[in-house]
């Protein structure tokens, strides 16, 4: 036979020849190191681009696509933002700050009015009393109002003004390497290209006393605008993806590995959730 | 992977969701079972479109721009025939439209694929590859090379059913896939081109 085209070659490879050419393609890639090593090369490369798209099947359907499916107009709807212990955890925490303030307040005013009247008798012992130890996600809750309020600054200042970021990306070496001091080992600035998100700076931070940083990108797309990706280490255990928001922005963060990420932005919760998922892919490697 | 022979893998395919393949035009606008097929045939119309968009919120404005089209043309379907490969027509159209739109306005010109090849300089890459490399890799391709890439060797369409769906002669998806592995294998191994296995045997 002689030497196969490409055409030939690739049909054969993807299945399309009939079983005389094949069993002639077969023996000339056995007798032609050259186009062995060829078809080798188109074989890996097939299989690497397959891989590499493969993962998009898996992904949660953004749910404006569901939308439009149904012919309905768009609608967004945000799940709960945590288990509703959390919440109530959180609502405990602040009513009670809230109730001791009062009391604080009251038994002041009520200690120095029978003061007055009674001279040596103390003020009430309620509003003497320490508050309880904020808990986890109270925590949680005041550093992603830190991220939420820092990404507020940074996207009214506009992403040009390098004063709110300690890391330039630029150069992007020297900001790997300072990144790589501050995180976890084997930290890699996450690639969001195929998101149109570029990497523009990161801001330094502590998290619950360990270190993080807070990676900015931007966007020419307006209709999904900047995000900003938080990672830091933890001793908490993992967390479940959980979404949340503050003010206009949504929120969506997790721990694995003794690592705690989230993701804060304007975009709607599908495309953080797809954005979670390739930044879980990317962070798979820390 | 998907197979040759069989190229719907995933649980959400229509054609298991449907194994009867073709989708029944139902009555009225966005009847539950077209809407059905729609919502089915979604992760690999978005995985198809990234592929030809590079971007992740384009490839889901061209998945939404053609779920909205075969809505209100979906009076159009032919009963009998394959609903995924109408959807990945439609999806492609909208598509070429948009290029030729951005192309009019010189708004980021699509690159020419002549610019990949044997001559440009290639690397051999150890590691399995991000989908951003991928897609830069892609993005280097001419269109219809980037079409018939992605429906025969991401998605595993047969070269008939390549060819219906770009509405061409299956000659021309042949010859068209054909430069497109050249081209990807040179990008991604800095090989499988015929100038590389010229060069292998000159050694």
Known sequence: ??????????????GETDGATSSEMAAAIAGDPALARQAEALRRSATTLRAAFDDILHEPLPERL?????????????PEPRPAQAKRMARGWREWTSVAAAAAIAGLVLGGTLGYFLAPKPAPQVATNPPPAPNLTASSSNWLDNAAGYYKMFVNSGADDRRLVDIPANPQSEAERKLANQLPQGF???????????????RL??????????????????????????????????LAPT???????????????????????????????????????????? | MPSRN?????????????????????????????SDQLVAVLPRLRRFARGLTGSAFEADDLVQAACERALTREHQFQEGTRFDSWMFR?????????????????????????????????????????????????????????????LVTVDGLSYKEAAAVAEVPVGTIMSRLARARVALAARLEGGGSSGSRDDAEAD
């Open chain 1, 1 to 14: 036979m002689q030497r196969p085209t490409d055409e030939q070659l690739i049909a054969y490879l993807d």
């Open chain 2, 90 to 150: 439609i999806v492609q159209t909208i598509w070429i439209d948009q290029i030729r739109a951005r192309d009019v306005r010189k708004e980021e010109p699509e690159a020419e694929g002549e610019r990949v090849g044997t001559n440009e300089p290639m690397r051999r890459v150890e590691a399995r590859l991000g989908l951003a490399e991928v897609s830069e890799a892609l993005k280097q391709l001419p269109p219809e090379q980037r079409v018939a890439l992605l």
């Open chain 1, 205 to 238: 931070l502590f998290i619950e006393g360990r270190a993080g940083a807070q990676l900015f990108y931007t966007t020419d797309n307006k209709a999904l605008g900047p995000i900003t990706v938080v990672v830091a280490s933890t001793t908490a255990p993992d």
């Open chain 1, 188 to 202: 890699r600035t996450p690639n969001l290209q195929p998101w149109g998100l570029v990497f523009v700076g990161a």
């Open chain 2, 6 to 34: 069989k190229p719907f893998h995933d649980p959400l395919s229509p054609r298991q969701a449907d194994p009867g393949g073709p989708a029944s035009s139902g009555s009225g606008p966005a009847s539950a079972r077209f």
């Open chain 1, 243 to 286: 979404f949340d928001r503050r003010g206009d922005l949504n929120v969506l963060y997790w721990r694995h590995g003794g690592h705690m990420y989230a993701i804060l932005g304007t975009p709607d919760i599908g495309y953080l959730w797809n954005i979670h998922n390739d930044l879980a892919w990317q962070f798979d490697a820390i």
């Open chain 1, 66 to 78: 569901v939308v439009a499916c149904r012919g309905e107009e768009k609608v967004i709807r945000f």
